[in-house]
């Protein structure tokens, strides 16, 4: 998750301030369960937050993953990448929410995020946004698909808030 291991949702991210939207608790949890259970190196919460047939896009190649091993094909994917270009100790940090859309079972919430990491010893930190697209069953709300969008990292202090 280099730009996307998460750095969550920044209402001062790009540049622009943003209103930051009322969160949901029940449509935050599952978020929120999966990105501590990956800061944890917790795969397996962080898998049972989504669905069976999740989709993921990430700035990691191959960028896209989708289908029942989807997760699991993208673990190991952004930890092969990160090992190869000398990236450690990934943290995501969640920000504000700043939209979130309900229609029934399905929902829609943008959160800021700040993605940080070491290159090569070095700290960076990538501000951005993470999408979800959550739907609600019998065991309640879950992740079917999310993305990472952010510039490119940065070297130095992280933000203050994301």
């Given at each position: ?122 700290a960076m930190h990538e501000p951005a946004r993470m999408t979800f ?30």
């Amino acid at each position: 998750m280099r730009t996307l291991a998460f750095g969550l949702l920044a209402s001062m991210t790009f540049g622009g301030a943003v209103v930051a939207a009322t969160p949901n608790p029940d449509l935050a949890a599952p978020i929120h369960t999966f990105i501590d259970a990956f800061n944890k190196g917790d795969g397996k919460t962080a898998a049972a937050t989504h669905t069976t047939d999740v989709a993921i896009i990430d700035e990691s190649p191959p960028y896209l993953w989708r289908g029942p091993t989807a997760f699991a094909d993208w673990s190991r994917d952004l930890a092969a990448d990160d090992a190869k270009v000398g990236i450690t100790g990934e943290m995501v940090t969640l920000g504000d929410v700043v939209r979130t859309e309900v229609s029934g079972r399905k929902a829609y919430v943008i959160v800021a995020a700040v993605y940080s990491f070491k290159d090569h010893g070095a700290a960076m930190h990538e501000p951005a946004r993470m999408t979800f697209a959550l739907r609600k069953g019998t065991d309640g709300w879950k992740i079917a698909a999310w993305t990472w969008t952010g510039p490119k990292p940065k070297a130095g202090e992280a933000p203050a808030k994301p």
